[in-house]
């Protein structure tokens, strides 16, 4: 069956880094485009990161450019975000996700807490 594995979130100090993996099962991983979505408590779930099927592609929400990367490895199956300089404000469960034609993939999600 179809799975998206989610790990590498925790708690981090302000300015700090992690880096967040996501193992895909299940389906033809490189026919999709990946994304890395939050939620943050109270708030709706917003995309962060987007990358095409062979990483050609990439974008970032306006709140993260400059500090997170998206990353694949297709032969892994896996999808990275690279987090940098990170801000209280990036504290939310991170998601990803997969979606081609048909309907998306979720993983079930890891969560990221920056506090001192």
């Known amino acids: 069956q179809v799975q998206l594995v989610e790990s590498g979130g925790g708690l981090v100090p302000p300015g700090g880094s992690l880096r967040l993996s996501c193992v895909a099962s299940?389906?033809?991983?490189?026919?999709?485009?990946m994304n890395w979505y939050r939620q943050a408590p109270g708030k709706e779930r917003e995309r962060v990161a987007r990358i095409s099927q062979f990483g050609s592609t990439v974008t970032y929400a306006e709140s993260v450019k400059g500090r997170f990367t998206i990353s694949r490895d297709n032969a892994k199956n896996t999808v990275y975000l690279q987090m940098n300089s990170l801000k209280p404000e990036d504290t939310a469960v991170y998601y990803c996700?997969?979606?081609?034609?048909?309907?998306?993939?979720w993983g079930q999600g890891t969560q990221v807490t920056v506090s001192s």
């Open positions: 996700n997969a979606d081609s034609l048909g309907p998306p993939y």
């Open positions: 299940g389906f033809s991983f490189r026919n999709y485009r």
